[in-house]
């Protein structure tokens, strides 16, 4: 069989080539549908490299389109023979077709040879400048191919990148904008001057490049514009400080608030950038896009950008993408779960889209949370999520832990075992008040088998033994009777439980905390053994006793502060949303960071294009006007040292200059 396969695909391929060295332009392009028909199902079609590179030269347009597609999948694995075809991409560079100049200039940039740059670097410049702008969309596409390969042409290749972001056509905007990333991120400068043509032209752009130029906007905007929620942030901060103010520190406290209150009052109140409205305006119509990236894209850019009244208004569109493939709803999930730790009500009014369901994945449903479920991962998330609402909410704690309380009785293992290891977060917060549930737990330890579960009911029944004086001891008597058949974790936590019993019970408890470390004292677990030497040189009194012995019972007995039940997602918000370090939670290759507020506002001035007038030789200089609803633009004209702004001119004159610029601003926006 393997025999036959090999000699079918020998005669197959040897019949591709006679077809392309047929004169026919029909076999030609029969075979080369056939060649990349085999490449688009992933198989090698390498060999037929010296056949097809030979019809380069062909006269028929759609033979030569797909011997440059072809050309551009094997032009690097193949690099010496496509060297020898290198004057035949120059002469189709010049063809006055511009997919075949497109093409050969793809086919060019592809061959990764450092002796052939300056021919490349030629070809992008004449590219950039080409008349097609199919054409100098494929230049941009070239420019970071050419980066990579020698980074010396940086300075020349940011000169063309300037160039191509002066471009007013759409289909060359997000591919230049990908270049800007790619090869000099931190050049702002060359967006001043384009940001607000980028804002305009973001509505008509292609879906893969609105994702790029939204995600360059958002951190333009984070370096140009004043933060439009620090009025907030500062009375949060203050409120956080206050409310974990010691007593020591409450004078110097009282006079950084009344300094910060003083600054804030002294603050001027927050005017929002017209550059800055035109930036969210023009993106929230994308909210709607058909693509999931582009809606993820708008959302991260709210989120990071937008006053904190304006941010809900991405709640419904993320909601809607969680009706899509299991992929995307794995990605928005995970941004939405970062996004509720800063904005928690943002999507109250959508719970009910949050509710699983039966055919979602594993990692759906933990994102999602609920408790009755077969998935023995999904059911540890889904308790530990109840414990962190009893945790924010005060006001349904009760009733998270009795819930979880009656879990308890459950009888799947691991179901009781979360649900002791939540219950004993919760407890820390309040342990005066649930003595009755430390009771209910401690008659259940007989039954439970799980040994993280005992061993946080037996450390909750030590570190609150004041509080079941009664039960402590003989729960004390049932543990030293299993010691010896019990798991390491567990009597780690009987020997604790005795020292504690020890030093507040000793009357009671003190031939059964001796028993319990003799029988540790010969365990074969050597952290057991030296945790119980530790124990009885601390607490039991002796005559070389040391110092030590008199804070036996600070160690051992000393306050504890409560847990805290935090989203595991807190930790992502140092990452950008919608980035792939988020979604890994760890800093991924060519990840940009999102730079922080400027306490000042940068000069608005940069951003203000120059239209030169040849005929007149004025300047007009077209800037945003400052009102939202109207969006109407400005003029401002000035002719030598003289200048005059929103046009106070005569109404002869000024009708007729603001006809002509408005014929300019239409020409450029269009």
């Known amino acids: 069989m393997l025999a036959f396969f090999l000699f079918y695909v020998f005669f197959r391929h040897d019949d591709l080539k006679e077809m392309l060295d047929s004169n026919k332009d029909s076999l030609k392009l029969e075979a080369m549908k056939r060649i990349v028909a085999m490449i688009a199902r992933g198989k090698n079609a390498s060999d037929l490299f010296p056949a097809v590179v030979k019809n380069v030269a062909c006269k028929n347009i759609e033979v030569k389109k797909l011997v440059y597609v072809y050309l551009v999948r094997y032009a690097e694995e193949q690099q010496d023979l496509a060297l020898l075809s290198i004057s035949t991409f120059q002469r ?71 160039k191509l972001l002066a471009d007013k056509t759409t289909l060359v905007a997000g591919s230049v904008v990908m270049a800007f990333e790619e090869v000099c991120p931190d050049r702002i400068d060359l967006i001043h001057k384009n940001y607000r043509k980028l804002c305009n032209l973001l509505i008509d752009v292609e879906e893969w490049g609105q994702v790029v130029i939204i995600n360059m906007l958002t951190r333009y905007a984070r370096t140009q514009f004043l933060n439009p929620n620090i009025n907030e942030s500062l009375l949060e901060d203050g409120g956080e400080k206050a409310f974990y103010a010691s007593d020591d520190d409450e004078e110097e406290e009282d006079e950084e608030k009344k300094a910060e209150a003083a600054a804030l009052a002294k603050r001027k109140p927050y005017v929002m950038d017209p550059d800055h409205r035109l930036l969210l305006r023009n993106t929230k119509p994308l909210l709607q896009s058909r693509n999931a990236a582009v809606v993820m894209a708008v959302a991260q850019l709210y989120f990071h950008l937008a006053p904190k009244a304006e941010v809900g208004v991405i709640a419904k569109a993320l909601v809607r993408l969680m009706r899509s493939h299991s992929e995307v709803q794995y990605v928005v999930l995970q941004n939405v779960a970062t996004m509720t730790i800063k904005r928690r009500g943002m999507f109250e009014p959508y719970l009910k889209s949050f509710y699983i369901r039966s055919t979602d994945p594993t990692q759906i449903k933990i994102l999602k949370t609920y408790i009755k479920s077969m998935d023995k991962d999904f059911v540890a998330a889904s308790i530990q999520a109840i414990g962190r609402c009893a945790t924010n909410i005060g006001e349904v704690r009760d009733t998270c832990l009795n819930g979880l309380v009656q879990l308890l009785s459950n009888r799947d293992e691991l179901v009781v075992a979360e649900s002791v290891v939540v219950i004993k977060k919760l407890l820390q917060m309040q342990p005066e008040q649930h003595s009755d549930i430390i009771k209910h737990m401690a008659k259940l330890i007989d039954n ?200 106070p001119l005569k109404r002869s004159k000024a009708l007729t200059k603001t006809r002509y610029a408005q014929s300019l601003l239409y020409r450029s926006f269009a």
């Not at 990840?591 to 000069?603: I, T, V």
Request: glycine letters at 2%; a positive charge.
């Open 448 to 647: 439970i088998q799980v040994p993280m579960a005992r061993a946080s009911i037996l450390w909750l029944i030590g570190e609150y033994c004041e509080h079941v004086p009664k039960i402590a001891p003989d729960v004390l008597r049932k543990m030293a009777k299993t010691f010896t058949n019990e798991e390491d974790i567990v009597k780690l936590q009987i020997l604790n439980l005795a020292a504690k019993l020890y030093l507040t019970n000793s009357k009671q408890t003190k031939l059964l905390t001796q028993y319990v470390l003799n029988l540790a004292k010969y365990d074969q677990n050597y952290d057991i053994r030296d945790r119980a030497r530790f124990i009885r040189q601390l607490i039991v009194p002796t005559d070389k006793s040391g110092a030590l012995n008199k804070y036996a019972k600070k160690l051992f007995l000393a306050l504890k502060p409560a847990p805290v039940l935090e989203s595991p997602f807190k930790d992502r918000d140092h990452f950008q949303l919608g980035s792939l370090s988020h979604l890994l939670n760890a800093k991924a290759a060519g990840y940009q960071e999102l730079p922080d507020w400027p306490e000042s506002a940068p000069d608005p001035s940069v951003r203000n294009v120059e239209v030169k007038d040849s005929v007149c030789a004025e300047r007009t200089v077209l800037t945003e006007a400052g009102s939202e609803a109207s969006g109407v633009l400005l003029l401002q004209t000035s002719r030598g040292s003289s200048t005059v702004q929103d046009l």
């Open 92 to 162: 189709g560079l010049k063809d006055p077709n511009q997919l075949i100049r497109a093409s050969a200039l793809r086919v060019l940039s592809s061959i990764r040879v450092t002796i052939i740059v300056p021919i490349m670097m030629l070809a992008i410049k004449e590219a950039a400048s080409d008349m097609s702008p199919y054409v100098r969309k494929t230049a941009a596409h070239a420019i970071p191919k050419l980066h990579s390969l020698d980074p010396e042409q940086k300075e020349q290749l940011i000169e063309v990148i300037e």
